[in-house]
């Protein structure tokens, strides 16, 4: 028996202590510790499962398993030692609920294992789960309690009475027990039945006195569960009591007990307002009555309370349950023949039949099992009490509901299906009452169950009891029921389907009275037969054939068909043309109307001698292969036309029967006259039109076949479309047999048109159908080709042209050529065509077919290209397909025509909509059409040069931008390809260069955004593989086309980067496989996709370039220069990022390979350079190793300028040798180094890098190339010239560049600040521009000079002067640095700065005198080494006749050096050198001034044993040093000041020493010192003083004002001083008519300092005259001799 258990959920009392005789953990240690570590595993287990995945969740449940059994296994060993291991843990205070539900768990398992267990084990076990299933705590205790319950269940099984004992002990009569007591009871008594039973009724009657004390429901669902399964225990003991081996208990043992709980449960808990609790007592109850119900003195009992059971189908109760048990009391009712009171009859009935009639219980979730209980009831209430049953239902039909009328009548087919025995006559007169009842309701479902209920009584026998009124209700219901079909319109109303319903359930009855009832075939037949032929719902079509077929069958086992159906006095029949042409139409359609098609057969079958005798051992023959046929098939098996061309076959094997007759002219007169009985469109009226014209092909007299095809064509309605359609397939199929007739009914109608050709309205013939002019033409159009396709072949050439296509082409050049007349026009073209080609092999020219082509090309040419709303498109290239197949043949022109004018009709169409089925299916069509036609026309040119033309053809289209024409264009292509591949039979498929053309213009589409479009392709690239490697036949079974296989099935997926990855697998394939002279073909083709579709095609094509670059770029040495020539046109057109930048990689990869080359190409590009030809330079600079490969082959390119050209050995060298503009190279310099990433990158080139472009700098700096005309290199003018770019500018913007990257920032912002960009930028300003930037590099890239000084050295000899002066200002600088000393490079540096002081050119001699100065501060120690080369260079240059530059420089070059020789070095040098630094001291050049006197004050300073010399030399030059102190230049007049001081020694002058040196010290003006002087002089040396004075008046004539105003200042200081006694030997006139023009001097300085000296010199001789009259008149006279 099932093990039944419900946890509840209740609190314990708390724990009471275990016994103190149980032993403890340390009794058996090992095996407790084993039992302990395994029980751990469990734990772990359980608390890590958690967080692991399924597998490892798995594996844990295998290690808990493994866990228990070992335990188990044990347990086999030592039962006694485990057992109290485990019993050990359970007393635990800190285990784990867990732990126990996992203790229990294995202990029942150990318990199940055969053998004994030890006594005191068992009895502490069964304490301890006592009280555990009794101390429910918390909710997760419900599953300890649970297993500590079953544990004791286990344990009954060897120890039953322990178990017994401790339950019943917790059993006390008026105390309610715990929950899991009574739990455990009733599991005990399930498990262990025949040891319980003496202990049942113990149990039973303390329970009872429990019942009043339970008032939770969960305790009243305990009790409720607890007592079924009692009752189901006590019933397995009565069932098998012979198997105990405890003494003998009967029935009555026990219901005493159970009535008292039955009573209790219905009277009291089922009056619960919980739902829960009343369903509990309803499952209980029903085992109780199982056992109270066979016991008579209780039955009765039991019978009182069914009123209350009633009562509870209005509370909230499934009814199913109630149902059920009322069931079960009705049933035992029936069995015991003791039958409920008839008191509660009414109130069973009223309550069981408001279950049926009610919509509440249909609400309910078992209502279908439940009515199904209630029927049951209801046939055993029959049983019982038939006549008051059949009372009752004649009362309820009393109502005018809808629903109880139903449901009554519902109950009653029941109980008549039911065949019950006390059913007698009287029951059944009140039955049809009840029935008749309601025979006026017109509602459609009493009228269903009236019907149904009719039928019940035909099947059960009843027949008689349906004759009459049965028989006329069921016609009734079938004649409105069909007229209602037959005139209702097409909905899906309630009242429709119920109409279908009626008409359906009245069909089953007449089939049910037909088979069943004798004696009504009379009275049915005509009804039936007039159905057939008249009725248009077809579906009542089955039930009425096998109708008629049951009346047929009965009729000829009854013998009456003679009298009954053969003659027609008695029984009026349609004639047998009629019946078979509407049996044979409607069997086109044979399983509509639930498999209408086997029963009209099987109708033609019992009815075909009296339809044709002739043909009745024809159709016992061919009648029942075509039922087979129907019945092998189902509606969604069988094939229409497969099924129709049997009928035919059938009709025509018939009809061959009546030849000679004019049988087969009736039935097609039958046929045209019910073409107006069928809707259009129809199956049926389709099969009519191809019946008819079978028929009437077989027809034997003409002018009778003639009038029904003119009566045909006058009332078909050329307006629908399938009428038409039937008209001319009717017409064809008639001209099969009788094509001259049918030509000369058309030629007859056409006459009949002509004559209303004004109006062009036939109402005369129809006037229903006012048809249109264009409808009619484009019928017969139609209708002359349908001839053509059906006519014998014998008789198809001799009027294809005359009688047939010369009148289509008639009708079409006289119509408006509306969509409608093309169609026609375009299908009866197709339809001749057709025809002609099946005659196979002819000699026939078709002279029509070029203007047939001329009118389908003008078709063409007119459908639009923004929609396709009709099929005019496809037709016309089919039929242009077919008239290709023709003679004559195309020309070569026709076809090249043909193919663009049919692409472009097709191409351009957008795609359809997803919704649009048929639209799609238009597309589809004119897709294969197009297919089709280019095939065909392919075929006429199958050699290279007819394929490259067709691709040349789809070229544009392949490159469109919108997907669809994409995607047919690669279509098209994929179709023709394989096409010429199958049909070439040339050993060369493609000519040269054709497969390169062909892959690079399909390569882009391997990452097309469709689908297709892409796997399209691939197939394409087999497709030319095969036919590039000379094989037609393909390359299946290969490694390559497998591997292009692989790649189309994963071209499926939309990730686009995906798509590119396989996109270059293919290219890596295609790269194997072609040759080398394509591989420029092919790139070049790939890369003239670039900018013609979209951004993905472009990255398509730039993956392909690169791919085959990478892996085929070894083998295009030669080819390079076009290659790049190829990318760097298409280079400017390609502006996005992610095409672009796979471009310039390109590039790069053709770089690393081919440097020189790529380098060479680039440079030849005109300046200025382009953002294109930039970004190709800076990408070269992303790879530092190879950007400096780059820089230094561009530094060669700079200086090959400057170097001897070498002859080219190779072609390559042609290339590279080639004439480049070094000034180009120079601007790529400029981007490479802009674009590095960081300077550390640049630093070891930089010396290189700056002088190089130094040199260029240099080699443009002459006033030849200061602006060269801008056509002459490709510069760009931007407004005026000032901003004309120059090869200058740009050398100065890299220099820049290549300064800022290598450099400082210090560095640049100095050079900025100095103005070296401009001074460089002006040729006449270079040098010093140069100076200074070489003055600013060495400073602040000090590091660096040894290289500079290594590069730069070459260039002091150089043959090239701008160089060698560029080279010379660099080393001024480096001079200055002791590197060139160290690193002994100052002999050979000294040497040449030696040769450049010597040149001819000025400016080279200063920059070499100013280096070789600089000797001085970059090795002193080496002066007086190269003392006698520096003298000589230095004298020579101090007297050079052409620059004062350089005289001056020289001047400063002594000053530096000389200090650093000694006296002996200097030799007779000093004296010339002090010679000619006073000759300049008067010098217009005031720089030359300045470095006369400054050198000749360091000459006083270094005069040593040359004093004497020098003092004389002081002496020369003191008025002029004295003058210059005025020097307009404030530069020279300082220096002037500090030469004085150091000249003065010489004059031994202590005073005026002392004096100048106050004064100076002071910073007052040195006037006063020249008037000390001068005072000092006239004391002390009158005649010096004079010398001066002689000296300062020659400089009256200077060509400076201040000079010449200092002089007569000093002229005055003199005549002030000079003693009157040497005043005479001054010309005082003469000095006096020097300072009168001193006065006329334009300079104010001098007016006023001329005056000032005149008058001081008028007061000087007025003073002289005064003194010397004075004096001559104290002379005495002379004494007289």
Not at 178 to 202: Q, S
Not at 1254 to 1280: F, H, K, M, R
Not at 1622 to 1630: K, Q, S
Request: proline share 4%.
């Amino acid at each position: 028996m099932e093990k039944k258990a419900l946890v509840p959920a209740r609190l314990s009392l708390s724990r009471p202590p275990l016994p103190p005789d149980l032993p403890g953990p340390s009794s058996s240690g090992g095996v407790y510790q084993q039992v302990t570590n395994l029980l751990n595993i469990v734990d772990e287990d359980d608390q890590e499962s958690n967080g692991m995945s399924s597998q490892e969740g798995h594996g844990s449940k295998m290690r808990k398993a493994l866990a228990s059994m070992i335990i188990i296994q044990k347990a086999n060993a030592e039962p006694s030692e485990v057992m109290t291991a485990l019993i050990n843990s359970l007393q635990l205070e800190e285990i784990s609920i867990k732990r126990k539900v996992s203790i229990y768990t294995i202990l029942q398992g150990i318990i199940q294992q055969e053998g004994e267990l030890d006594e005191e084990c068992v009895q502490t076990l069964v304490n301890l789960a006592s009280r555990e299933m009794r101390e429910i705590q918390e909710i997760e205790d419900y599953l300890l309690a649970e297993t500590a319950s079953d544990t004791l269940v286990a344990l009954s099984r060897n120890h039953f009475n322990l178990v017994m004992y401790e339950l019943q002990h917790h059993l006390k009569p008026l105390i309610l027990t715990d929950e899991f007591v009574l739990i455990t009871l009733a599991n005990l008594a399930n498990a262990n039945v025949f040891e319980f039973m003496p202990y049942m009724g113990i149990t039973l009657a303390t329970i009872f006195t429990m019942l009043r004390l339970a008032n939770g429901a969960k305790m009243r669902q305990v009790f409720c569960s607890a007592m079924e399964t009692f009752c189901e225990a006590i019933q397995f003991y009565l069932k098998h009591w012979e198997d105990s081996v405890y003494p003998i208990m009967t029935g009555e043992h026990f219901m005493n007990k159970l009535l008292p709980m039955y009573r209790h449960f219905v009277t009291v808990w089922l009056r619960s307002e919980n739902t829960e609790v009343k369903l509990a007592v309803i499952k209980s109850l029903r085992p109780m009555l199982s056992l109270l119900l066979p016991i008579e003195e209780l039955r009765e009992q039991v019978y009182d309370y069914i009123p209350l059971l009633l009562a509870e189908y209005q509370g909230s109760v499934e009814a199913l349950f109630i149902t059920q048990i009322l069931r079960q009391i009705l049933e035992v009712s029936v069995s015991s023949n003791t039958p409920v009171p008839k008191m509660q009859l009414h109130t069973i009935f009223t309550e069981l039949h408001i279950q049926v009639c009610s919509k509440a219980p249909a609400l309910q979730q078992f209502s279908s099992e439940n009515l199904a209980e209630v029927v049951q009831c209801f046939i055993a209430l029959a049983r019982s009490y038939p006549d008051e049953l059949m009372k009752f239902f004649r009362n309820q039909m009393q109502t005018g509901k809808e629903a109880i009328r139903v449901g009554t009548l519902t109950l009653l087919r029941a109980v008549l299906s039911a065949d019950v025995p006390e059913m007698n006559s009287r029951t059944l007169h009140f039955a049809v009452k009840v029935v008749r009842n309601a025979l006026c309701d017109p509602r459609a479902k009493v009228k269903l169950a009236i019907l149904r209920v009719i039928g019940q009584l035909a099947i059960s026998g009843y027949q008689e009891r349906v004759r009459g009124w049965g028989l006329r209700y069921v016609s009734l219901q079938l004649i409105l029921s069909t007229y209602k079909l037959m005139n209702r319109q097409e909905s899906c109303s309630q009242a429709d389907l119920e109409e279908k319903m009626v008409h359906k359930v009245t069909m089953d009855t007449v089939r049910i009275i037909t088979a069943s009832v004798s004696g009504v075939i009379n009275e049915f037949w005509l009804k039936l037969l007039g159905y057939i032929m008249e009725t248009e719902y077809t579906e009542a079509l089955t039930p009425i054939c096998i109708s008629l077929t049951n009346l047929a069958e009965r009729q000829r086992q009854q013998k009456e068909s003679n009298t009954n159906v053969g003659r027609r006095g008695q029984v009026e029949l349609p004639a047998p043309q009629k019946l078979l042409a509407r049996l044979l139409v409607l069997l086109s359609a044979p399983y509509k109307g639930e498999g209408r098609g086997v029963a009209m057969l099987q109708l033609l079958k019992s009815l075909h001698q009296n339809i044709a005798p002739s043909m009745a051992d024809l159709w016992e023959v061919e009648i029942p292969a075509l039922i087979q046929y129907l019945e092998e098939h189902t509606q969604y098996t069988w094939n229409q036309k497969t099924w129709e061309d049997k009928l035919i076959q059938f009709l025509r094997n018939s009809l061959k029967r009546t030849q000679g007759t004019t049988w087969s002219l009736r039935l097609s007169r039958e046929l045209n006259h019910q073409i107006v009985s069928y809707e259009s469109p129809s199956v049926e009226k389709a099969f009519l039109y191809r019946a008819l014209g079978f028929t009437l092909a077989a027809g034997q007299e003409a002018d009778k076949v003639e009038t029904q095809l003119m009566e045909l064509l006058h009332k078909t309605d050329y307006g629908n479309d399938f009428d038409r359609e039937g008209a001319i397939l009717c017409l064809g199929l008639c001209a099969r047999g009788q094509v001259v007739t049918v030509l000369h009914v058309l030629q007859e109608f056409e006459e009949k048109i002509q004559e209303t050709e004004d109006s062009w309205h036939i109402s005369a013939w129809r006037s229903d159908h006012p048809w249109r002019r264009e409808v009619v033409k484009s019928a017969l159009m139609v209708m002359y080709s349908s001839v053509a396709a059906h006519c014998h072949p014998r008789m198809l050439l001799s009027r294809v042209e005359k009688d047939i296509t010369k009148k289509i082409l008639h009708h079409y050049a006289t119509s408006c050529q509306d969509v409608s007349l093309k169609l026609a026009f375009v299908q009866s073209i197709n339809q001749i065509c057709v025809a002609i080609q099946a005659l196979g092999k002819v000699d026939f020219d078709y002279t029509y077919k070029p203007e047939l082509v001329t009118n389908l090309m003008v078709i063409l040419k007119m459908e639009p290209l923004d929609s396709l709303v009709s099929p005019v498109r496809c037709l016309t290239m089919t039929a242009l397909w077919h008239l290709s197949k023709l003679k004559p043949p195309f020309t070569l022109e026709e076809n090249h025509e043909l193919m663009e004018r049919s692409v472009q009709c097709v191409f351009p169409l957008p795609p359809p909509e997803e919704d649009s089925e048929q639209v799609k299916m238009l597309y589809e069509n004119s897709m294969a059409a197009l297919m089709r036609l280019m095939q065909s026309l392919l075929e006429r040119e199958m050699d290279p040069k007819g394929l490259q033309e067709t691709f040349h053809l789809l070229e544009k289209w392949l490159h469109s931008e919108k997907d669809w024409e994409r995607e047919r264009a690669v279509i098209l292509s994929l179709h023709l390809l394989q096409v010429y591949r199958e049909g070439v039979t040339i050993l060369i498929p493609l000519k040269s260069g054709q497969f390169g053309t062909l892959i690079g213009l399909l390569a882009p589409h391997t990452c097309d955004s469709q689908v297709r479009t892409r796997q399209a392709t691939i197939d394409v690239i087999c497709c030319l593989l095969d036919l590039h490697a000379a094989r037609p036949w393909s390359i299946q079974d290969t490694m390559t086309e497998k591997l292009l296989l692989d790649i189309k099935e994963e071209l499926t997926t939309t990730d686009m980067e995906k798509i590119y990855s396989l996109s270059s697998k293919i290219a890596k394939v295609i790269s194997k496989e072609v040759r080398w002279e394509e591989l420029l073909i092919l790139l070049q083709s790939t890369c003239e996709s670039l900018g013609a579709t979209n951004l993905a095609h472009d990255k398509a094509a730039v993956t392909w370039l690169n791919t085959i670059l990478r892996l085929r770029g070894h083998e295009l040495e030669d080819k390079v220069p076009e290659i790049l020539s190829t990318i760097l046109a298409h280079l400017p057109s390609v502006l996005h990022p992610d095409v672009r930048r796979p471009l310039v990689e390109a590039v790069l990869l053709l770089a690393h390979s081919y440097q020189e080359t790529v380098i060479t190409s680039l440079l030849r590009q005109p300046l200025p350079l382009d953002s294109n030809i930039t970004e190709l330079w800076e990408a070269l600079a992303e790879d530092a190793t190879f950007a400096r490969k780059i820089l230094q082959a561009l530094m060669a390119r700079i200086q090959v300028k400057k170097a001897p050209r070498s002859s080219p050995t190779s072609k390559k060298d042609i290339w590279r040798l080639a004439a480049v503009d070094p000034i180009t190279a120079v601007c790529a310099v400029h981007k490479i180094t802009m674009a590095m990433d960081s300077r550390e990158k640049l630093q070891d080139m930089f010396p290189e890098l700056s002088c190089t472009v130094l040199q260029e700098l240099s080699s443009s700096s002459g006033p030849w190339q200061a602006a060269l005309p801008p056509d002459t290199w490709g510069v760009i003018q931007t407004g005026n010239l000032q901003n004309k770019i120059t090869p200058r500018r740009l050398t100065i913007k890299t220099l820049q560049g290549v300064l800022s990257r290598a450099g400082n920032e210090e560095m640049m912002d100095s050079l900025v600040s100095q103005g070296v960009w401009t001074l460089l930028e002006d040729p006449r300003t270079h040098i010093d521009g140069v100076c200074l930037l070489a003055r600013t590099m060495i400073l602040h890239v000090s590091p660096y000079s040894q290289r500079f000084a290594q590069l730069l050295l070459s260039g002091l000899d150089s043959e090239f002067l701008s160089w060698r002066l560029s080279s010379t200002a660099f080393f001024i600088e480096l001079m200055c640095d002791p590197v060139l000393y160290k690193k002994k490079m100052l002999k050979s540096t000294v040497l040449k700065l030696a040769k450049g002081a010597s040149h001819v050119h000025s400016t080279l001699r200063l920059l070499s005198i100013r280096a070789l100065g600089n000797l001085a501060i970059g090795a002193p120690s080496k002066v007086k080494h190269y003392r006698k080369l520096l003298l000589k260079k230095l004298l020579c240059s101090l007297c050079d006749p052409i620059s004062t530059q350089v005289i001056s420089e020289t001047m400063v070059a002594l000053s530096k050096v000389l200090g650093l020789m000694g006296e002996e070095d200097l030799g007779s040098s000093f004296e010339v050198i002090s010679m000619q630094c006073r000759a300049f001291f008067d010098d217009e050049n005031e720089t030359l001034r300045l470095h006369a006197i400054i050198l000749f004050g360091k000459l006083a300073v270094w005069a040593g044993k040359k004093k004497d010399f020098f003092a004389m030399e002081v002496r020369k030059s003191w008025i002029p040093l004295i003058l210059h102190l005025q020097d307009p230049c404030p530069d020279v007049a300082k220096a002037c000041e500090v030469t004085i001081c150091l000249c003065i020694p010489f004059w031994g002058w202590r005073k005026l020493q002392v004096s100048l040196e106050k004064f100076v010290n002071q910073g007052t003006d040195l006037s006063l010192f020249q008037m000390e002087m001068c005072s000092y002089l006239a004391r002390k040396d009158p005649d010096l003083l004079d010398t001066f004075c002689a000296e300062a008046i020659a400089y009256y004539d200077s060509e400076w004002a201040r000079i010449k105003a200092a002089a007569c200042a000093f002229t005055g200081y003199v005549l002030e001083q000079v003693v009157s006694l040497n005043l005479g030997d001054m010309d005082m006139e003469r000095l006096g008519q020097c300072l009168e023009v001193l006065q006329m001097d334009p300079e104010l300085i001098v007016q006023d300092a001329a005056k000032e000296t005149l008058a001081l010199l008028r007061r000087r001789e007025q003073r002289e005259s005064g003194n010397m009259s004075v004096a001559l008149a104290r002379r005495p006279a002379p004494s007289e001799t």
